[in-house]
DNA sequence: CGACCCATTGATCGGTCTCAAACATTGTGG
DNA sequence: CCACAATGTTTGAGACCGATCAATGGGTCG
């Protein structure tokens, strides 16, 4: 049971257009993440992109190649990390449908990307984006609402990192998954962990072992339970600092 | 000695013009941060502008308040960070001159800020740069650049936080503020940390007394040497992951 | 010169890492 | 359909490192 649980039904024959995920800048009726493009901009863009597939484990691209394009994701989860030398891995985002994968910098991506699940996404050609973005302005400044809110989705992760103990760090963690793979049922939650307890280890500067036993002392609060070893029935905490909640 | 060493010489009359500091996206000469405005588009911002001073200690902007404005950075040192409830704070970021302040999320700030030395910074009004920013695509596109800089900035921080020892926090701490607050003397490095212990140590997600033991660690190593508790000599390490390094 | 904030140093405690091994799950081929 | 292999996951025991509590020392500014 290794895919997300809250999954769009789509034809393979007709993928979707992209579509860019985020919580405006602006004042909005909830604070929740929404489709920030209109269907005229989802055309554009659909005009420069070409349709990718990636099984589970392959790279999207690596930290230092040439970038030369970018991926908006459409169905699965992608990570993105860096090695050291060790070949210890830092993983520092899991990215979901209407995200962008491909952060570069002078020419170059900065960071490693692999599909954790089966993914499908839009390849876009960095050239004829930005060629679309100077024609675009209402485009150009959603590009910029995406960028500022994966700007704050990595300081909830420098947040959580900055915690010490690993039953905060797990909470925190199962807090930011459900809201991208969950399913309500009744008062309590279903969340999918889409990927290894390694992954997760990386992403939360843990021990494999340390998440394990954390996740297990969770199921002895009551705090969660297990249906399987990726699939979790899991009631937010309340008693989270609030501090770390998306919308401030 | 609690002023950065590297200070442009700028009569007060006449404070410098609004400037963005970058690693650019496309492919550039030398992977270093570099002005991203020309002239027309420093004049263009100085339009909405209005000049803003704040002694050390002030507040620019709290968590949740309702966004009206952000600031550019002319001179000075602000830390962004969030309170936990009991009390508790987690340092996100120092901001320096060529820095944006003021990220906000559904029409609210989504930190705090707090200037950490004397700072003067350019006041830009929110409604004002969002229809400039509507009417100029490069200057649109010079803010997605910073964001996206911001972003990889962020993720250096978790990267940081994702190391378990103090050493290497502290090392990479250094590495960092180096690039913003050094002067070149001779082969070593002098560095002014602008700010307290107990910031440094909400950065680092460690203790005051642990970041103190392991700058006089670093110390006895002959990594580093004391001048002033706030100024350090340092020849920046290269048995560092280059993972870390600012240009992949 | 004194008061306050900041920085440093010391001892104990606790939590997570590490190393090691058993167990479960998934996918594959006979 | 079952046996097997390869991941992936869980559990256990001891060592290490930084947090914590407490107290002293130093710098700076009024």
Do not use: W
Not at 1 to 9: D, L, S, Y
Not at 43 to 71: D, M, N, S
Not at 84 to 112: H, K, M, Q, T
Not at 203 to 226: D, I, K, N, Q, W
């Amino acid at each position: 049971m290794a895919k997300i649980i809250r999954m769009k039904n789509h034809p393979a024959s007709a993928p979707a257009l992209p579509s860019l995920r985020a919580v405006p800048l602006r004042l909005s009726s909830n604070g929740q993440a929404v489709p920030l493009l209109d269907e005229a901009e989802r055309e554009t863009l659909a005009g420069i992109a070409t349709l990718a597939r990636f099984p589970r484990g392959a790279r999207l691209e690596a930290e230092g190649e040439r970038a030369v394009q970018i991926y908006n994701i459409i169905e699965g989860v992608v990570k993105t990390y860096r090695l050291s030398e060790d070949g210890a891995a830092y993983i520092l985002a899991f990215l979901f449908p209407g995200d962008l994968v491909g952060l570069y910098e002078n020419g170059r991506y900065v960071n490693s990307a692999e599909a954790v699940t089966a993914v499908v996404a839009h390849r876009l050609p960095i050239e004829a984006l930005e060629q679309v973005l100077q024609r675009d302005p209402a485009l150009n400044a959603h590009f910029l609402s995406k960028a500022c809110h994966d700007l704050r989705a990595a300081q909830r992760h420098t947040i959580l990192l900055a915690h010490h103990d690993a039953r905060t760090r797990v909470l925190l963690f199962l807090d930011l998954i459900a809201d991208h793979a969950s399913e309500i049922t009744g008062s309590r939650r279903i969340v999918a962990l889409p990927m290894p307890r390694t992954d997760i280890a990386d992403y939360l500067a843990l021990s494999p072992e340390a998440v394990s036993r954390t996740l297990h002392a969770l199921e002895h609060e009551g705090v969660l339970r297990f249906i399987s070893p990726r699939v979790i029935e899991f009631d937010r905490r309340d008693d989270l600092p609030s501090i770390h909640r998306q919308s401030g």
